[in-house]
């Protein structure tokens, strides 16, 4: 029976030899049965690891002849590092035991997303009716700011008091933003793509961030020339903003930290370096972790989304010496990555198709352009871009996109704003929303960043 059921199985007799190593186990563990059966349990100590492993656990119950119930190792198999859950009893009083166990990664890793997105409806709950309510009151205070601000002009002490009490609430809103942004990522794509000069925004951040702090040490290198990348202004701030912040609160709020830009060709890094306690245990990006009292735990993690969904990444490490560095990658636009790339376009009005052509073929690309889904060569063949209006004939930009390969990377072109908030569908690719009109350069940016991309 043993040998037919689809729970794997491995059981041994009571000289320690397997006796039942069924097929379910052999697909687990990537070791044939004819490899395991017959064989004692100490010569399967040097067996592939997740065999070995599951075998001292037989072992162990064996000597002290008590059996375990649902747990759990991390053991490495021909699919890579997983999660097996196992449960072993032991047979009568002459040492005889079976163990059952299954590989149990993915519904681990189901019960994670589900636990966490049960998290997110909660505080999207709770976010969605805070930002509701204290909307008004921070523009009512803003505005009140600036009154008494005008009133008080010849008044250098008082003006210095009204710009702290606006910062303060431009930052209450920028927070609230932020965490509403997590909460609903897809609701920012309704904007469109953009493409955002860094250097200028880092000094502006490092100096709004002098002003908050006062006493603070931050030290500033900028990349030579003028590098742009593909988040909009607000996203590109609270990245950037919430390094600095988080750099300056492990170093007791006055640093020091060094932020600091350089670039290739193809490439800009932005690192912030501070001299605080190291690096935390466990995963700083992931959602709800946090060490401190009072924090939600979405910062960085909402840094790592916004760096994602832009083609870039982002690493933390220890510094030499004391301290954390987080390092951002992010593309830059080249065009001459269109030389040679294989693009696809479909776009039912007939004089912007014939100059979207124009523009790649200037930079070198290969282009099909149809006018609409059914004119699409058959097989819905591997592209590099697949540049899409979204209202077409006959089917949506989406539909087009849903059947192309997996991985194929997508540029939504349409005026309709819900073009963007409909790439929520895609979310196995890389998709980007351009709104029409659109400057040329801007169109050979982004579609050059989605080709760098696959």
Aim: proline share 5%.
């Amino acid at each position: 029976m043993l040998q037919h059921v689809q729970t794997a199985a491995m059981a041994v007799d009571d000289d320690g030899r397997v006796g039942v190593y069924n097929p379910a186990a052999a697909r687990v563990l990537g070791v044939e049965v004819d490899d395991v059966v017959g064989r004692d349990l100490e010569s399967l100590a040097t067996a592939p690891p997740a065999l070995a492993a599951l075998a001292a656990i037989l072992r162990e119950a064996r000597r002290s002849g008590r059996g375990e119930t649902r747990r759990q190792i991390e053991a490495q198999t021909p699919a890579g590092a997983r999660t097996l859950g196992y449960t072993v009893s032991i047979l009568g009083e002459g040492g005889a035991a079976a163990l059952f166990f299954a590989d149990i990664t993915d519904a681990l890793a189901e019960e994670r997303r589900a636990a966490e997105a049960q998290r997110f409806a909660e505080v999207g709950q709770i976010a969605s009716a805070m930002a509701h309510e204290l909307k008004s009151p921070l523009a009512t205070v803003e505005l009140y700011a600036n009154l008494l601000r005008r009133a008080l002009a010849d008044q250098p002490a008082a003006v210095h008091q009204l710009d702290v009490i606006k910062d303060q609430t431009r930052c209450c809103l920028e927070r609230i933003r932020a965490i509403m942004h997590s909460i609903n990522p897809d609701a920012a794509r309704v904007g469109g793509a953009a493409l955002t000069p860094l250097v200028p925004l880092v000094r502006a951040v490092v100096a709004d961030q002098r002003r908050r702090c006062e006493g603070s040490v931050i030290t500033f290198k900028g990349a030579s020339g003028d590098p742009r990348v593909a988040l909009g202004e607000d996203d590109l701030r609270s990245v950037v903003g919430n390094l600095v912040v988080n750099a300056l609160e492990v170093s007791g709020g006055k640093g020091p930290v060094d932020v600091s830009l350089r670039s290739d060709a193809d490439t800009v890094y932005v690192r912030v370096a501070d001299k605080g306690t190291g690096l935390p245990d466990g995963d700083v990006f992931a959602a709800f972790y946090s060490t401190k009292p009072s924090g939600a735990g979405l910062g960085l993690w909402l840094v790592r989304r916004l760096v994602v969904e832009a083609g870039g990444s982002i690493s933390a490490r220890d510094r030499r010496g004391g301290g954390a560095v987080f390092e951002v990658e992010l593309p830059l636009p080249r065009h001459e990555r269109l030389r040679g790339a294989d693009l696809l376009v479909v776009e039912d009005d007939e004089p912007l198709r014939a100059a979207s052509v124009a523009a790649l073929e200037a930079c070198g690309a290969g282009v099909t352009a149809v006018g609409a889904g059914k004119d699409v060569p058959n097989g819905f063949r591997a592209w590099e871009c697949a540049i899409l209006d979204y209202h077409l004939p006959d089917l949506t930009g989406v539909q087009i996109a849903a059947r192309l390969p997996a991985g194929t990377p997508i540029l939504m072109v349409s005026g309709d704003p819900a073009a963007g908030a409909a790439l929520g569908e895609l979310r196995e690719r890389r998709a980007w929303y351009l709104p029409k009109p659109f400057a040329v350069e801007t169109y050979l940016d982004l579609v050059s960043l989605l080709v760098g991309s696959t």
